[in-house]
Structure formats: structure tokens, C-alpha cells
């Protein structure tokens, strides 16, 4: 593997009450082989060349370490932002596995965002941290059907399994739920998809899913959407530059209708779906004062 030169890993979150709050962000690797089509961490603003090869930061551990002992705050700490921190070098090199053990070492708290079920390998860790801090795990899963997932996320695997990931998590007790993000217009954000990811979810023990209706599309990766959007559906990256033109932030033409619909399946099925709710939810166990003295 490739090693890249760094001089930091964890960074402080000033989102941590907007996203699952997290108090630090961290990426062990740069880069992702997993292909997703819409991948935000594609864009020239994260400076992230040979975006698709898997590198690691040197020293990554060493670095880590340093940085965990010298916080006072033992906070959540956040896994994968920018890469998948169980791509498919991890499963031999294990720097995710090596960091989830200083986390536990030093009490941190962790969150992962993950479309692998290498996940499954660290249960025995995950549990451990969550005796003492607060664990959450999001499955990225954007649509439940597997034949559209695989043109999507080609090298990922198929939604089934990892709602069957989800169930494997809730099993042994780990707060866990699904990320549906993005949703992709004229293409997930149809009722029935909506509607089959929060029953689904539900039928696997999720404790919450959650959702950003659109996706960010920046400068370059509009072009490497587009190239590919095509071939799924001819004409579609014509009727994206007329609806949004360099816009951004793409959202649904229903978007409101259909987070009124989401909400609600989401309340028949007693499934949390708003973020202050799941912050709460899956930190009640401990507050943050507590954090800050019990170490
Ligand atoms: S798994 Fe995440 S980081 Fe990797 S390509 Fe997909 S969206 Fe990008």
C-alpha cells in the first residue's frame, strides 16, 4: 500500500450537533476503490488525486495515539467521512481494527459510516468501547433494490447483505441504523424506494434511519456523475443541467412531499429518523459531563 505524509489525524468537529454528534473527524485512509457514483469525496476540494486507489497515512497509529492521550474531552470520534474505513485493504492491514483499540484504550466514543460487512469482524471491539462511551454505526444503503445498488456502489455489497449487517449489529446489541444518503433525483427518490428502505430498516432492528433528500454534486464530480448517470438512463444528465445548471445542492422536485411521506413511514414504524432525536438516543447512556470527568 501507499503512504501518505500527514502531520494530524483526529480534527475537531464544529458540526457535532448537525451530524450524529461527533466531536472529532478522522480518515485513516485517503482515497476509495468502492466506486460509488455519486461520491462526494470525488471533489477537487478535498485535493484527493487517484481518487479510486487506497493509500494510507504514515505513522497513522503512532499519530493517533499521541493525539487521544492529550484530549480532554473524551468525545465521539468520527470514522470514514471521507473514505470507508473497512475498504478492502483493511481486512489485511487492520488500521481501522488497530484504532478502534486506542480508542477503547483511552474512552472514546465512536462513529462509523460504513457500506462493508467487515464491520461484522470488530463486534468484539465496538462492544467493548460502548461499555464506556457512546457507539453508533450508520450502513450507507441508498436504495433497497440490488440490481440498481450494483450499477451505483459497483464494488460494494448488495443492499440485502448489508441490511443483513444491520441486523447482525442490532443482534449483539450496537446502537446501528441506516444512512440513506444521497438520494439521488429521477433516480431513489421515488415513493416506493422511500417507503421499502424504512420498512426494511425497521424489519431489520435499525434503530433509526436517516436521510438528506438530493445530492451535492461539486465541480468535477458533476462530469463523473453524468458520464455514468447516462448509462443508466439515457438523457438523464441532460435533465439534470436543465433543472439544476451548476447548482450544487440537486434536491427531488417533490422534496418536501416526499420528506412528509418519509417522516410519516418512519413514525408508523417507530423508527427515529431526526438527528437531535438519534443525538439523544444513542448518547442518553452518557452525558457529556460525564465524559469529560470519567476519565
Ligand atoms: S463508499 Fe463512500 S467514500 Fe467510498 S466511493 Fe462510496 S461514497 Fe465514496
Redesign the pocket.
Given at each position: 500500500m501507499e503512504y501518505v505524509k500527514t502531520r494530524t489525524i483526529m480534527t475537531k468537529s464544529n458540526q457535532g450537533n448537525l451530524w450524529f454528534g461527533i466531536d472529532y473527524h478522522m480518515n485513516l485512509y485517503r482515497g476509495?476503490?468502492?466506486?460509488?457514483i455519486?461520491?462526494?469525496?470525488?471533489s477537487d476540494s478535498y485535493h484527493i488525486k487517484d481518487?479510486d486507489k487506497i493509500k494510507s497515512k504514515e505513522n497513522a497509529l503512532q499519530i493517533l495515539e499521541e493525539e487521544l492521550a492529550s484530549k480532554s474531552l473524551k468525545g465521539v470520534v468520527s470514522f470514514?467521512t471521507?473514505?470507508?474505513p473497512y475498504?478492502e485493504l483493511e481486512k489485511d492491514y487492520k488500521i481501522t481494527r488497530e484504532a478502534l483499540t486506542l480508542i477503547k484504550k483511552y474512552g472514546f466514543g465512536v462513529s462509523i459510516?460504513?457500506?462493508s460487512d467487515l464491520i461484522l469482524r470488530d463486534i468484539d471491539l465496538l462492544k467493548e468501547i460502548a461499555q464506556n462511551n457512546s457507539v453508533i454505526i450508520k450502513i450507507?444503503i441508498t436504495t433497497y433494490e440490488d440490481e440498481l445498488a450494483k450499477f451505483l456502489?459497483p464494488n460494494?455489497i448488495s443492499s440485502t447483505k448489508r441490511f443483513e449487517v444491520l441486523k447482525k449489529l442490532r443482534e449483539n446489541d450496537i446502537y446501528a441504523g441506516v444512512l440513506m444518503t444521497p438520494v439521488l433525483p429521477f433516480v431513489t427518490d421515488s415513493v416506493d424506494n422511500i417507503k421499502q428502505m424504512v420498512r426494511i430498516s425497521h424489519e431489520n432492528r435499525a434503530n433509526f434511519i436517516y436521510t438528506k433528500m438530493g445530492v451535492t454534486l461539486k465541480s468535477n464530480v458533476h462530469d463523473y456523475y453524468y458520464e455514468r448517470i447516462e448509462k443508466l438512463y439515457k438523457g438523464l444528465s441532460k435533465d439534470y443541467k436543465t433543472l439544476y445548471g451548476n447548482n450544487i445542492i440537486c434536491s427531488p422536485l417533490k422534496y418536501s412531499d416526499l420528506l412528509e411521506i418519509f417522516v410519516k413511514e418512519c413514525n408508523q414504524h417507530h423508527l427515529l429518523c431526526d438527528m437531535g432525536e438519534i443525538i439523544k438516543d444513542y448518547k442518553k447512556k452518557i452525558p457529556l459531563k460525564e465524559q469529560i470527568s470519567l476519565f
Open positions: 476509495c476503490s468502492y466506486g460509488c455519486y461520491c462526494d469525496s470525488r481518487f470514514g471521507l473514505s470507508d475498504n459510516d460504513t457500506k450507507s456502489e460494494v
